[in-house]
């Protein structure tokens, strides 16, 4: 039932028989037979066809749902009986938060691959509740998030503190100022921000009420990289990590604002499901906890 819940997937995704027989080097017949057999099964049709298109009915969106946790748990259950025999190796699906995954995690998965050659990493980035959310539905083997949130069914294991700070364009007025720059001057500049949802958005709102700040306007931008970019062209400030402005501090495109209060520190925490890992996953939490980029804050 595994085969037919994974061809079914890909129909639901790729919303077309023909690109599912591609996908998966079957005929477009086998593929239809295929879901027939799932229909049957499960008792009522699951998706809408015409001509032009293939969607999901109500059933469907159901089976979808459920389908890819199913078949995420079947390919956790494979993994590990299979790491019973072997050594570390085989699939990793890692899920990271914004800041993390696009900063650090690539020097710790390119130390992981030259210990470790046959482990395979996959890396899927988003803000902290999308990847809490995967790793809940056991389409992630392991998340690496900051922030909180209430999960009672997610294992979290804290794992390193990041240090938070006001960054501008040296090209700002505030730097034309005598004396230290206040809050009320902070107030009246833009800040760019994340999305609700995303670790560094809520380390910005804690920031926001210890300083007492009320921004006069805020931008959204929905990348960390993105925010640099418009900073560092002047459309306001914003609150990063440490970790994501090195190279930019450096070569003199952001400039950090010192303020009483600051840095704001946020923690980095493991997040996995079930209590059973495999020697593939066992070994990237060993790195995590080893990786000198975890303690290294400028």
Same mark, same amino acid.
């Given at each position: 039932? =595994?085969? +037919? @819940?994974?061809?079914?997937?890909?129909?639901?995704?790729?919303?077309?028989?023909?690109?599912?027989?591609?996908?998966?080097?079957?005929?477009?017949?086998?593929?239809?037979?295929? $879901?027939?057999?799932?229909?049957?099964?499960?008792?009522?049709?699951?998706?809408? %066809?015409?001509? #032009?298109?293939? +969607?999901?009915?109500?059933?469907?969106?159901?089976? *979808?749902? *459920?389908?890819?946790?199913? @078949?995420? !748990?079947?390919?956790?259950?494979?993994?590990?009986?299979?790491?019973?025999?072997?050594?570390?190796?085989?699939? @990793?699906?890692?899920?990271?938060?914004?800041?993390?995954?696009?900063?650090?995690?690539?020097?710790?998965?390119?130390?992981?691959?030259?210990?470790?050659?046959?482990?395979?990493?996959?890396?899927?980035?988003?803000?902290?509740? %999308?990847?809490?959310?995967? &790793?809940?539905? +056991?389409? !992630?083997? &392991?998340?690496?998030?900051?922030?909180?949130?209430?999960?009672?069914?997610?294992?979290?294991?804290?794992?390193?503190? =990041?240090?938070? &700070?006001? &960054?501008?364009?040296?090209?700002? #007025?505030?730097?034309?100022?005598?004396?230290?720059?206040?809050?009320?001057?902070?107030?009246?500049?833009?800040?760019?921000?994340?999305?609700?949802?995303?670790?560094?958005?809520?380390?910005?709102?804690?920031?926001?009420?210890?300083?007492?700040?009320?921004?006069?306007?805020?931008?959204?931008?929905?990348?960390?990289?993105?925010? #640099?970019?418009?900073?560092?062209?002047?459309?306001?400030?914003? @609150?990063?990590?440490?970790?994501?402005?090195?190279?930019?501090? #450096?070569?003199?495109?952001?400039? $950090?604002?010192?303020?009483?209060? !600051?840095?704001?520190?946020?923690?980095?925490?493991?997040?996995?499901?079930?209590?059973?890992?495999?020697?593939?996953? =066992?070994?990237?939490?060993?790195?995590?906890?080893?990786?000198?980029?975890?303690?290294?804050?400028?």
């Amino acid at each position: 039932m =595994d085969k +037919h @819940l994974e061809i079914f997937k890909t129909v639901a995704e790729k919303e077309s028989f023909s690109k599912a027989a591609e996908v998966h080097f079957m005929t477009q017949p086998a593929v239809s037979q295929y $879901i027939r057999t799932l229909e049957d099964n499960i008792g009522t049709r699951l998706l809408d %066809r015409s001509n #032009k298109y293939v +969607h999901l009915n109500k059933a469907g969106e159901i089976v *979808y749902h *459920y389908g890819k946790e199913i @078949l995420g !748990l079947y390919t956790m259950m494979q993994n590990l009986v299979d790491d019973l025999t072997n050594t570390a190796s085989g699939p @990793l699906a890692i899920g990271a938060s914004y800041t993390f995954g696009e900063y650090v995690l690539p020097r710790i998965i390119a130390d992981l691959k030259r210990s470790y050659p046959e482990i395979e990493p996959t890396i899927s980035i988003g803000n902290t509740n %999308r990847i809490a959310n995967l &790793v809940d539905t +056991h389409q !992630l083997d &392991v998340g690496i998030v900051e922030g909180h949130f209430n999960n009672k069914n997610i294992i979290i294991e804290p794992i390193a503190e =990041d240090e938070m &700070v006001i &960054v501008s364009s040296p090209k700002n #007025k505030l730097f034309d100022k005598e004396g230290e720059i206040k809050i009320i001057d902070l107030e009246k500049e833009t800040w760019i921000v994340r999305e609700q949802g995303s670790g560094t958005r809520e380390a910005t709102e804690k920031m926001f009420q210890q300083l007492n700040i009320a921004p006069s306007q805020l931008m959204h931008f929905g990348s960390t990289q993105l925010i #640099k970019e418009g900073v560092a062209a002047g459309l306001g400030i914003s @609150l990063l990590s440490k970790w994501s402005i090195q190279k930019e501090v #450096k070569y003199g495109d952001l400039k $950090i604002i010192s303020m009483e209060g !600051l840095p704001i520190k946020r923690e980095f925490s493991i997040i996995t499901k079930s209590p059973f890992q495999t020697k593939a996953l =066992d070994v990237f939490i060993e790195r995590l906890h080893d990786h000198e980029m975890l303690t290294m804050i400028f």
